[in-house]
């Protein structure tokens, strides 16, 4: 670090001159040389040369060889088949060679973007469709080459539909159309998109058949309602939107080799872990509330409602005579039933009343009726660390707390924000803020 120093000279009158001398001095090196750092660049560069991916699972690896010769020799049985049965009528029905890495991207990455149905067929019968223009313009074999693979780019890209094997389909039609009598558009269709299809069926059955998730599951945002959501979807990590999600795949130019999904998954669990190691110790058993007030599926509304204003809280377990639970209670359950009487009552206010009604004067209307059934739990073991994601998810308030079957506790969004607060980490817990009524 430098230093400065600040020499006076020279006295006249009222003047003073102020002569001020900085003088710089240089640290000393420190750190490896410049000849190490070298050795140490030189070094990682040949290193980026190596694998640069973990080494799969063994049964993986079995998992997706099997697949893929089970998947093109049924390709070609089938293809075999319809040239028995058909014959002339059979013509141009052949097994194309690019559908080889096709089948690879099908059973050895099936979760990745390049591998879905409209990847796969859009992507190869595109390219085909390319390949068949350019072969049309009777330009040499090497010019024809390069435009075949680059228009295949560009089509993949501009219809959604990447997909690395579609570049192969290209460039082998343009090779092999010597070999061919008449090459046309239906190329294309046969025997291009009709052997990928056949493959993206097997590949279907096969990845369910052995436990891998294809299709790829769309991510949906959780301002849908439960009603619209196709599944459940993860709790948005981080308190990220989907869009948000999809903006920084795209952002580092990953969107093609990571679903919104898989990176919402990937991200969740990361925050959980990060909060199992922060709390690690410290489990359900030691922040649930154990003074429960809890209601039997036959309690009707109106004590349901009165509980809800006299205690201040927004979720009931729902329990039998054994305190073995059946279902949770929360006020959204109330809103919503009363939400969809007002179709018919013209108005929630006119409809939560009719609610009342019904229920002191018929009884017809209990917990049973509007509770959600099978709601998520934990054990007192669980870690704290496994609520973060489970908490942030806008439907759940509560989550009850079960031991040999039977209800001991539960943990609101208060208790855990009340644990990251006195740990001075509040803004660790994604998702919405839970309001003082939890």
């Known amino acids: ?57 063994p049964q993986e690896i079995v998992r997706a060889a099997i697949g893929g010769g089970i998947a093109l020799a049924v390709c070609g049985l089938i293809l075999t088949g319809v040239h028995l049965l058909f014959n002339d009528l059979a013509k141009g029905i052949i097994l194309v060679a690019p559908l080889g890495a096709t089948t690879f991207l099908l059973f050895a990455v099936p979760n990745s973007p390049l591998s879905q149905p409209w990847s796969c067929i859009i992507g190869n019968t595109a390219s085909a469709v390319v390949a068949v ?7 040499p074999l090497a010019v024809a080459s390069g435009l075949s693979v680059g228009g295949a780019i560009a089509a993949m890209g501009l219809l959604r ?14 090779l092999g159309a010597g070999q061919l009598d008449t090459l046309g558009y239906n190329f294309a269709l046969v025997p291009v998109m009709l052997d990928t299809t056949i493959l993206v069926l097997v590949g279907l059955a096969w990845n369910r058949l052995t436990g891998r998730s294809y299709l790829f599951r769309q991510l949906v945002d959780t301002t849908t309602t439960a009603q619209d959501k196709p599944y459940k979807a993860p709790a948005r990590p981080l308190g990220l939107s989907t869009e948000d999600l999809e903006e920084l795949l795209n952002r580092f130019n990953l969107s093609a080799n990571l679903g919104t999904e898989d990176f919402a998954l990937i991200l969740a669990s990361a925050e959980e872990e990060v909060a199992r190691r922060r709390f ?13 007030i809890t209601v039997e599926p036959g309690t009707p509304l109106d004590r349901i409602a009165e509980l809800f204003s006299k205690h201040r809280f927004k979720t009931l377990p729902v329990v039998d005579s054994h305190r073995h639970l059946k279902g949770i209670v929360s006020q959204n359950d109330l809103i919503q039933k009363a939400s969809r009487e007002a179709v018919v009552y013209r108005g929630t206010f006119a409809a939560a009343r009719e609610l009342l009604k019904q229920a002191t004067k018929k009884r017809n209307i209990s917990a049973g009726d509007i509770m959600t059934a099978q709601p998520e739990t934990v054990t007192g073991t669980t870690p704290i660390g496994d609520l973060v994601n489970l908490l942030a998810d806008d439907e759940i308030q509560a989550v009850p707390v079960i031991d040999d079957g039977i209800l001991v506790g539960i943990v609101t969004r208060s208790d855990l924000i009340a644990v990251f607060a006195r740990s001075g980490s509040v803004e660790a817990l994604p998702g919405p803020q839970a309001s003082p009524l939890d």
């Open 280 to 292: 690690e110790g410290q489990t359900c058993g030691d922040i649930m509330s154990r003074e429960l």
């Open 161 to 174: 539909a990447l997909h690395p094997p579609g570049a192969a389909v290209a460039l082998s039609t343009v």
């Open 133 to 139: 223009f350019v072969i049309r313009l009777e330009l």
């Open 1 to 57: 670090m430098g230093t400065h120093r600040t020499l006076y000279t020279g006295h006249s009158g009222a003047n003073i001159e102020q002569v001020a001398i900085e003088e710089t001095m240089e640290p000393p090196q420190s750190g490896p040389s410049p000849a190490d750092r070298g050795r140490t660049g030189f070094r990682d560069f040949i290193r980026a040369f190596g694998p640069a991916m973990l080494r799969p699972q």
